[in-house]
């Protein structure tokens, strides 16, 4: 039980059942099929305000990557969220969230020049620049507009962030940023584009951190970097040091918090007077969120066995490509025999797994597993593999339930073919 309280402390067994925020997983999965999202909106605002708290002055950026769900950017844009976007689709979820564009920042290396009209025409806070051709691209741009065109460079500090090294974007060799030994050079010619209004400092070194000190060689660089800059006489207003806190996906893991950011940063932001942005997303959905799934077949061969359910690489791919670890409970949990099994799904690929020789009680077909910090980067990522429709999406409140997304059906994959 206290583990379970330290991935969500809404998440408890009562009476030997699962449930969240006081609802029943099993009279969910009942209601709405599986596989099944569910999200906990209480947790999601507790996460949300634990920034606020430990950075007041501060934008918080929620990260839109992470869960894309519409009902979930509303209920952080009334919390005060503004929105980290890395595409067109995100800066029209996040508009039309009610984000206003003054809270909108944009990163990402390939931005079109379509997406890149969008985020002018919406008049987003700036854009997080990853290249010298973007810079002229959007100069350009800024030159048809009639307007200037608010920018921060993406400086790439190269700092090691401990992290898988799909996910970690601070280091040399990543395709992000600008090196930081280039940027005074680049932020000088920036600052000679007639249409361009140089605003900002921006860095994210890599997501699903548990150790916080990188981030202080990290911030110690741009702090470094700004202070040049001020020499100069280039207005930084904003420096946005990214996200990346990571959280709590196996048992041994100590989730960092926002506070000990705070406090690690605290000393070295002291003396610099633009504005702090945050770009959170994991840290704050991640550990709201269920994937619900039902035991469809168990087979043994001989010392090795499997527990088949019906949520596959589709619907949750991190174990997939990253080997990530998810922690799976059975929904139901009667004290039964524990096996190793892997629990695979119904994808025709072998790397289709949730969890190989994972220890867990043995269950029987029909039954109900959960797979835990499953909020961020698992809906997000899911996919139309073997045409299986996309899982339906559930949200709880303090026992109110609201379906967030329908189940997709056939009809809805192959509707412009046919």
Do not use: W
């Not at 029209?92 to 025409?121: C, D, F, H, Q, S």
């Not at 039954?367 to 499953?374: D, I, K, P, R």
């Amino acid at each position: 039980m206290e583990l379970l309280k330290e991935y969500n402390p809404y998440l408890e067994y009562k009476n030997g059942e699962l449930h969240l925020e006081g609802v029943s997983l099993k009279a969910l999965v009942e209601e709405f099929g599986t596989p099944l999202y569910v999200y906990s909106a209480s947790y999601i605002k507790d996460r949300f305000n634990a920034y606020k708290e430990a950075f007041p002055e501060a934008l918080i950026c929620y990260a839109l990557k992470a869960n894309f769900n519409p009902h979930i950017a509303r209920l952080l844009g009334e919390l005060g969220a503004g929105a980290d976007i890395v595409s067109g689709g995100e800066l029209y979820l996040a508009l039309k969230a009610g984000i206003p564009a003054n809270k909108i920042v944009y990163a990402g290396v390939g931005k079109t020049e379509r997406e890149l009209r969008e985020a002018i025409e919406a008049d987003i806070l700036m854009f997080n620049v990853e290249s010298r051709q973007e810079l002229e691209v959007l100069n350009e741009l800024g030159k048809r507009y009639g307007k200037k065109v608010r920018i921060a460079i993406r400086v790439n500090p190269d700092v090691d962030p401990k992290t898988h090294p799909y996910i970690a974007t601070g280091m040399r060799k990543s395709k992000f940023g600008i090196d930081i030994r280039e940027a005074e050079k680049e932020y000088e010619y920036a600052s000679c584009l007639e249409n361009l209004e140089v605003i900002g400092i921006h860095c994210h070194i890599g997501s699903q951190i548990l150790d916080v000190s990188p981030y202080k060689e990290a911030v110690e660089k741009v702090v470094s970097l700004y202070e040049r800059l001020t020499e100069k006489g280039i207005n930084i207003q904003y420096l946005d040091i990214g996200g990346g806190l990571g959280i709590k996906y196996k048992p041994e893991d100590k989730e960092p918090t926002p506070k000990e950011l705070a406090k690690l940063l605290e000393p070295i932001l002291s003396k610099v007077k633009a504005k702090l942005i945050l770009e959170p997303g994991r840290s704050i959905t991640g550990n709201a969120g269920l994937l619900l799934t039902q035991v469809q077949f168990l087979k043994d061969k001989g010392d090795k066995h499997f527990i088949i359910v019906d949520a596959g690489m589709n619907d949750l791919i991190r174990p997939a490509i990253y080997g990530a670890y998810h922690h799976i409970l059975p929904v139901k949990d009667e004290g039964r025999q524990l096996i190793k099994a892997d629990i695979v799904g119904p994808i025709c690929e072998t790397g289709d797994f949730l969890a190989l020789d994972r220890e867990i009680q043995r269950v029987e077909r029909g039954e109900y597993l959960a797979v835990l910090s499953a909020g961020a980067y698992c809906f997000a990522m899911s996919s139309h593999y073997n045409a299986r429709p996309r899982a339906a999406e559930v949200l709880v409140d303090k026992g109110e339930v609201k379906l967030i997304r329908k189940r997709e059906d056939y009809g809805y994959i192959f509707a412009p073919s046919f």
